[in-house]
């Protein structure tokens, strides 16, 4: 039988909380995506500074790819929100989360020198939101509760029958 | 809690219980919740997204359709900066130069799925092309007068670039080509439309008469020296096309802006911009001008046109006389490019450079207290002199004036909302920034310019002149 970490209540509801507060995050960012006919990832990507602004533009230049990589991002986005939410294969959700994220992050780091033409809503050193969002992902995988409130507690009760 | 999960963790084998279910869809209310505020808000939002989209698509005329005629260097800017732009397909793209201009900017289209003929005439262009609504025309200035009569004639709304022509004649007939068709015909001077300068205008001078009565302005744009533009010698142009299209050279072709008879030199490729701005805020034209100039520096060949020009207006305004001087220089980038509007309470200064600019207080004049509260200033910060060599400021060095920024940021491209403006009026949602007869009489105060370099004595404009 596997072992979980034993949460205080207090403990257990601060991380579920943080759990279900990112994972509707992703959904919401997730269904506006599919909800709007006009959103396409493509101005995001072109603005993309840094060493890998040759990749991300790349893909927003390539009509074959870009359809794709739209269509991923968004459904991506609503898979992980869902399973946040549900706590249902919360550890898969938690890992493509920080993963997504950190594609988010390296196409357009808020490093110095780097300027951008579309407008941030606040003011980010190095640190912005997708880095914050992504530690707190991280400290989710460390801490996961699915197991325990979520989807994920009966697949982790029928296989420690 | 803490002792009912810790029951469910350590005595897994009683199955799955009532508890377990509680447990495991625990969370299943919020997607509960998720959906009724998504649909909260979808309802909240719907109005506002209906206005939105019959702003930017109104019925009958879902898309714009959009052409291309001249793709150099200013066409390739625009062309990107449509690209930013909704409910537009691009049909076509002529320019004379197939192997590269033409070539580069019908593959940046296709790129985006707009599927574009190309042309090397633009008279094929108008006659094959049957379902175009607007065109941008980008082309040397020369040419500007005989592409917008035919396109406004083929019955398309043109977005011409500055200067809308070489000549006077030219202008006038691209003015009353607009007038014959009832098209819309926007001039390319795209500050017009710059949130910054629209501030400026709208609410520091006309509304806050912030400046108090301006006295003087000042303006130049200076750049640094550059070498003749060359092209690749893969991609030359035959001379037989070059001639029929009115050039003598590849050179020719490539340095227009330099000649006689195809452009207008620095004073008219820059400083028409942004003497543009002197007749807008003034509200007014110029009585006369004088100026000095010359090809100083460059070869005579190869620079026609003038490569230093600085040139004194005198301005009957409302208020009184205002005299403006404008410079340009090639050879040196000091300072670079701005305009300022110097008055009795206050000095404007601003440029398209971005966001560069601010707004002084003269020390005499009265507190700007409630421009700052009005959002039309950010707040003073005081201008000290900065002493680092350890001289010792004299007592009669006057005391710097306070400082404020304009609060209006301006991060998009600079052409994009004069282009916005544009395709907006074809709608018929906005009225044109910079229609022909603001161009026309923005050519008359530039043109005149080099007339009087040329017949190095002060010229005085007739009020007729500006009409049109």
Known sequence: MRIDKKYSNWQLAALVTLRILIGWHFLYEGISKLMNPQWSAASFLLESKWIFAGIFKGIAENPSVLPIVNVLNTWGLILIGLGLILGCLSRIATVAGISLILLYYVCNPPFIGLYYAIPSEGNYLIVNKNLVEMAALFVLLLFPTGNIIGVNHFFHKLRSK | ?468
């Open chain 2, 1 to 468: 809690m803490d002792e009912k999960r810790d029951d469910s963790q350590s005595l897994p084998k009683k199955g799955i219980e009532r508890r377990d279910f509680i447990q495991g869809l625990a969370t299943l209310p919020i997607l509960g919740l998720f959906t009724l505020s998504w649909l909260d808000k979808t309802i909240h939002d719907k109005p506002k997204d209906l206005a939105r989209s019959q702003r930017t698509i109104p019925e009958g005329l879902s898309d714009i359709n959009v052409a291309f005629l001249g793709t150099g260097e200013q066409g390739y800017i625009l062309l990107n900066d449509c690209l930013k732009l909704p409910g537009l397909r691009f049909r076509a793209v002529c320019d004379i130069w197939e192997s590269y201009n033409q070539k580069r900017a019908a593959q940046v289209l296709k790129k985006y799925k707009h599927e574009v003929n190309t042309y090397m005439d633009y008279r094929e262009m108008l006659t094959e092309e049957k379902n175009l609504d607007a065109v941008i025309i980008a082309t040397p200035d020369f040419w500007h007068a005989d592409h917008t009569v035919a396109c406004l004639e083929a019955n398309l709304h043109v977005y011409c670039e500055k200067e809308m022509s070489n000549t006077l004649e030219g202008a006038r007939i691209m003015v009353e080509a607009a007038r014959r068709t009832g098209k819309l015909l926007q001039i390319g001077h795209q500050r017009r439309s710059n949130p910054r300068y629209l501030h400026c205008y709208n609410n520091l001078i006309k509304d806050a008469g912030i400046l108090g009565r301006i006295t003087a302005v000042k303006g130049q744009w200076n750049k640094a020296v550059q070498p003749d533009i060359g092209w690749p010698k893969k991609n030359i142009i035959d001379s037989a096309t070059l001639k029929k299209y009115g050039y003598e050279s590849m050179h020719q072709f490539r340095n227009w802006r330099w000649y006689k008879g195809l452009g207008g030199g620095p004073i008219v490729d820059l400083g028409s911009h942004q003497i543009d701005i002197f007749n807008w805020f003034l509200d007014a034209q110029p009585k006369s001008v004088m100026a000095s100039g010359g090809t100083d520096y460059y070869s005579k060949d190869t620079h026609e046109w003038y490569d230093t020009v600085l040139a004194i207006y005198e301005y009957e305004t409302e208020q009184g006389v205002v005299r403006a001087n404008y410079q340009t220089l090639t050879t040196n980038s000091s300072e670079g490019y701005f305009e300022n509007f110097l008055g009795d309470q206050g000095t404007l200064q601003i440029s398209e450079s971005a966001n560069r600019g601010g707004v002084y207080r003269e020390p005499t004049a009265p507190q700007w207290d409630k421009w700052v509260s009005l959002g039309y200033l950010s707040a003073p910060e005081k201008v000290t002199p900065q002493i680092t060599s350890g001289a010792v400021l004299d007592v009669r060095e006057t005391i710097g004036p306070d400082r404020h920024d304009i609060p209006v940021t301006f991060n998009d491209p600079y052409h994009l909302p004069h282009l916005a403006n544009f395709f907006n009026a074809i709608r018929g949602l906005e009225k044109l920034n910079c229609p022909y007869d603001i161009g026309y009489k923005t050519a008359v105060t530039v043109l005149k310019v080099n007339q009087a370099v040329e017949k190095a004595r002060r010229l005085e404009f007739d009020p007729l002149e500006f009409q049109i």
